[in-house]
């Protein structure tokens, strides 16, 4: 096997600067460290990185106050459930006032027909 | 105080105010304007599904037994006054008052008989099962009340008897 040749003493003269250079690629590519990485690491790096994602929590814990807040501020929102609460109270106001208006015809016949004394 | 628990306060005051709204005045124009055309029997007519052939029979009979009724209830108011003029300053039933309390109560069961009558009569008039109906109806009404005051005081006086 053949031995590399002697090394010369680095100077102005010997420094060789050409990028291609096979036997400078060689000693570059020898030279370079490569560190071993602690275990974990990669699911670490993601877990970071969802963590920077997601918004930061408030201090008071009113998110879903805040969220209900929003939801009920949109017009739509505000719109239909206004409409919803006039006409379930009006379907329920005619139901009781025509309950209270047979109660009332009731009340009158039986007046005719029953006197009190005999109830 | 925190900006969204003020909106949701005062959205929902919103909402009861609209549902509340719009229940009372639904009712006061239902009964308005369901109130403007009732008569006497105009209850009967849409609680039994009558015709207009079978109110007028009714009707008649109605109008048949109004006098009778009315005559009914003057004699009774009569026999109460007299019951009153008897028991007037007294500390115990006499015998005036005893017999006026007897004709009184005789009067009475004399007017629920013509009652019940005139409502077989009704009935009669009717189709067979809003016939049943508007009899057991009318007995529950008129009748009903006497039986809930007589059972509840005979179920106190049976606890009474039976406490040491």
Sequence with gaps: ?119 | MNRSLVILLGALILCAALFGGSYAISRRVCQNCMAKSVSDLDWLQQEFNLNDAELARIQKLHEGYLPKCADMCAKIAAKKSELETALNGSTNINPLAQQKLTELAALRAQCQAQMLQHFTEVSQTMPPDQGRRYLAEMQRLTLGLHEQTESSMSGSMDHEHHQP
């Design chain 1, 1 to 119: 096997m053949e031995s590399p040749p002697p090394l010369k003493p680095m100077n102005q003269e010997n420094i060789n600067l050409d990028p291609n250079d096979a036997r400078l690629g060689t000693l570059l590519r020898a030279s370079r460290v490569s560190p071993t990485l602690p275990p974990r690491f990669q699911e670490g790096v993601w877990r970071r990185i969802e963590e920077a994602d997601a918004p930061a929590p408030s201090n008071g814990g009113f998110t879903w106050l805040d969220a209900l807040a929003a939801l009920v501020l949109r017009p739509r929102f505000a719109l239909a459930t206004a409409t919803v609460l006039i006409v379930a109270g009006a379907l329920l106001g005619v139901r009781e006032g025509s309950q209270m208006v047979k109660q009332d015809a009731q009340a009158r016949y039986l007046a005719t027909v029953a006197p009190h004394s005999l109830r």
